[in-house]
Each structure stands twice: as C-alpha cells, then as structure tokens.
C-alpha cells in the first residue's frame, strides 16, 4: 500500500472494515459457490458524470485479500470523468475480489459522492476570488478520508480538528462571558491561530481587538456580509458560514469574503453511482 494521509491508518481501516463484512464466518457466498482457483476479470465504472476520490482506497481492499491482483487504474482521483467513464480494470482471485467488492465500492462511492459536490460549489464560486473550505462535519472515523475528498474536489481543508485552530463560537463566549474575554485567553494561552465566530456586526472589532486572527461571519446575508468585510477592512481573513447552498454561494463569494465554509459536502454529499461488473475474456 504507497497510498497514504497524515494522521490516517489506511491499513487499520481496511482491517477494521473487512472484519465487519466477515464476522467470524467469513464471505459464505463466495466459498460456497465460487471455485477456490476462479478468476476475476471485471471493471469498475462511474454510471454518472463525477469527480473521482477513493480508488487507492479500493486497490487497497483487494491487494490485501489478493496481493497478486493485477488493477489497471484508468483515472486518478480529483479527474472529472462523464457517466460511463471506466475507473479501473483488475484481475485477481475470484473468491477474493468478490469479498472485497462491497469495502472497496462503498470507499469509492461515498468519497466520489463528496468530490462531486464538491466540485460543484468550487466551479460556482469560480472567478470570485473565494476559497472553499470543508468543515469538521465528517463522520466519526473517517474525516481524514473525508476532507481528502474535499481536497479532490478542488476545496481547501479548514481544521483537521480541535488541535490545530482555536475556534470560538457561541458557547464558548457565552462560558467566558463576552468576545473579548474569550479571545483574550486564547491569546494569552499562546495560540497563534483564533478564529472568532461573530453573527453580528458589532462584534466584530471587539474580536479584533482582543486578538483574533480569523472571523467566521456565521448566517449573514450578503448585505450584512459586505458591511463585515468593508469594516474588517483586509486586517485579518473573512469567512462566510451557515446555510450555505449551491444556488446561493456565488452571491456570498461575490460579497468579497476570502473563504466560504460548507458543512453539507462531508455532511450530506449522495453517494457517487459506481459499480464493479464481471467481464469475462
């Protein structure tokens, strides 16, 4: 396995996932009606028009259920393809690949599904001057594989997660008991990286005062959203968050903000339509 995310066991994955799908008996369909020494011949293909993500992900389940497996990858993940592009051809112990067919097209699916959407929004926005970002919306377990997606789609990770940014949000000012107060301990705790959630605009300049380095501007619309951005002035990055849809984030990326946070492209990208079909030679 040469594919590889920082902070992600591809490996474990693969273990974990195969472990479910087998349980202790195993795949009884495939030994029970498919020759020991069968061969597999067979492609996998896209039957809509997609941004691929995952097919590492996939040659990983069927090389550690057959390590002699012969695939042929036709694309490369962040490709656009149109519906019925081919993916990738392989060849290998029948047994084997029809054990690992499910793992694999479910990894396949879910990270096209996310990719596609995401390359929508990031063609809508395109010529604003705006960024994508992801969120930590992710299903539990699977974010790195997730924002991968994103990133495959053209988007920009936001935080990997709690460790890597400060981001204080509603709760967290209303524990402290204003902006200021909250801010001025994330600095004064030396983190160099404070993102401020703000959903009015009179709270932007005491966030700035206190130190904040990034303002999340949360469901403001675009007229609200000029004014924030006139007022922060380019003195530290603008986000726009929150209800965020594909018919509305050109207007939001037109208002001048450097980023535009979705939730919903790891939230609620569909699943890609990608199958695996036996071709006998």
């Known amino acids: ?3 590889t995310l920082d902070r992600f066991n591809l490996p474990a994955f693969i273990a974990a996932t195969l472990a479910e799908d087998l349980g202790e008996a195993g795949d009884i369909t495939s030994d029970a009606v498919i020759p020991a020494d069968a061969i597999f011949t067979g492609v996998m293909d896209s039957r809509d028009a997609v941004t691929v993500a995952g097919l590492p992900i996939a040659e990983a389940f069927f090389r550690v259920l057959d390590p002699d497996v012969e695939i042929e990858l036709l694309v490369q993940d962040g490709d656009s393809v149109s519906a019925g592009t081919e993916l990738m051809r392989l060849k290998g112990r029948a047994r084997a690949m029809l054990t690992a067919e499910r793992s694999a097209l479910n990894s396949v699916q879910h990270l096209t599904g996310i990719a596609t959407m995401t390359r929508q929004y990031v063609d ?3 010529g604003t001057g705006a ?3 992801d969120t930590r919306k992710t299903i539990p377990g ?4 997730e924002k991968y997606a ?3 789609g053209g988007a920009t990770n936001h ?3 709690l460790w890597d940014a400060a981001m204080i949000k ?3 000012v209303a524990v402290a008991g204003s902006v200021e107060e909250a801010v001025r301990r994330a600095a004064a705790a030396g983190i160099e990286c404070i993102i401020v959630e703000v959903d009015r605009v009179d709270q932007i300049e005491p966030a700035l005062a206190a130190g904040a380095t990034h303002l999340l501007l949360d469901n403001m619309d675009p007229a609200t959203l000029r004014r924030a951005v006139t007022l922060v002035s380019e003195r530290v990055p603008t986000e726009a968050s929150g209800g965020v849809r ?3 984030i050109r207007e939001i990326a037109q208002t001048g903000v450097t980023y535009i946070s979705v939730g919903r492209l790891t939230q609620s990208a569909p699943a890609a339509d990608v199958g695996l079909d036996f071709t006998p030679r």
């Open 159 to 161: 935080r990997m997660g």
């Open 1 to 3: 396995m040469t594919f």
């Open 131 to 133: 960024t994508l970002l």
């Open 124 to 126: 809508q926005i395109a």
């Open 170 to 172: 509603d709760n967290h």
């Open 246 to 248: 594909l018919d509305t």
């Open 150 to 152: 994103t990133r495959m």
């Open 142 to 145: 699977l974010r790195m594989l």
